[in-house]
């Protein structure tokens, strides 16, 4: 395992929400899963939950333990892809399991995790050496909802077209 292992607290629907994470996101899979046999702050022995799980080689850990703290925008999950079918395929997925659309790429799933799901290259695009070229690609950018991955290519290409236009 490695030695950086994100956490996700969930007061509950642990399982529910991995599994679907799992299902969604290629390269996934669930690991161990671990009752806690004492009494903790959480509950009775039994009450808390561990789950190990990768999503697509990365390792995370998640416990079910009760309301402590909400998720919030201060930590997303990023899902970089290769092309707009899978940004479209992860984005329903997200939405048809009663996910929210977000501005930028964003969404939040039903347990209020925030994801985001962008293709690969649009990290390259705003940081081209070209200074107008980035700043097209992030305006352009900046106007939509569900990632448009032609519509960062025309303006990374000079061609700028109002998104939903």
Same mark, same amino acid.
């Given at each position: 395992?490695? +030695?950086?292992?994100?956490?996700?607290?969930?007061?509950?629907?642990? !399982?529910?929400?991995v599994? /679907?994470?799992?299902?969604?996101?290629?390269?996934?899979?669930?690991?161990?899963?671990?009752?806690l046999?004492?009494e903790?702050?959480?509950?009775?022995?039994?009450?808390?939950e561990?789950?190990e799980?990768?999503?697509?080689?990365?390792a995370?850990?998640?416990?079910?333990?009760?309301?402590?703290d909400?998720?919030?925008h201060? /930590?997303?999950?990023?899902?970089?892809?290769e092309?707009?079918?899978?940004?479209?395929?992860?984005?329903?997925? /997200?939405?048809?399991n009663?996910?929210?659309?977000?501005?930028?790429?964003w969404? +939040?799933d039903?347990?209020?995790?925030?994801?985001?799901?962008?293709?690969?290259?649009?990290?390259?695009?705003?940081?081209?050496?070209?200074r107008?070229?980035?700043? !097209?690609?992030?305006?352009?950018?900046?106007?939509?909802? +569900?990632?448009?991955i032609?519509?960062?290519?025309?303006? /990374?290409?000079?061609?700028?077209? +109002?998104?939903?236009?």
């Open positions: 395992m490695p +030695k950086v292992v994100s956490n996700l607290w969930f007061a509950e629907e642990a !399982r529910e929400a599994e /679907f994470y799992v299902s969604v996101i290629p390269d996934s899979m669930i690991g161990r899963t671990t009752i046999p004492a903790t702050p959480s509950g009775p022995p039994g009450s808390v561990l789950i799980f990768t999503l697509a080689d990365q995370f850990r998640t416990m079910k333990a009760g309301p402590l909400s998720f919030n201060s /930590f997303s999950i990023a899902i970089l892809v092309g707009q079918a899978e940004i479209d395929r992860i984005w329903e997925a /997200f939405l048809a009663r996910g929210t659309p977000e501005a930028c790429g969404l +939040k039903r347990w209020g995790l925030s994801w985001q799901i962008v293709p690969r290259m649009l990290s390259e695009m705003i940081a081209d050496s070209n107008e070229r980035g700043r !097209r690609v992030t305006e352009v950018m900046l106007g939509m909802v +569900k990632i448009d032609a519509a960062l290519e025309k303006a /990374f290409n000079g061609c700028i077209a +109002k998104v939903g236009a």
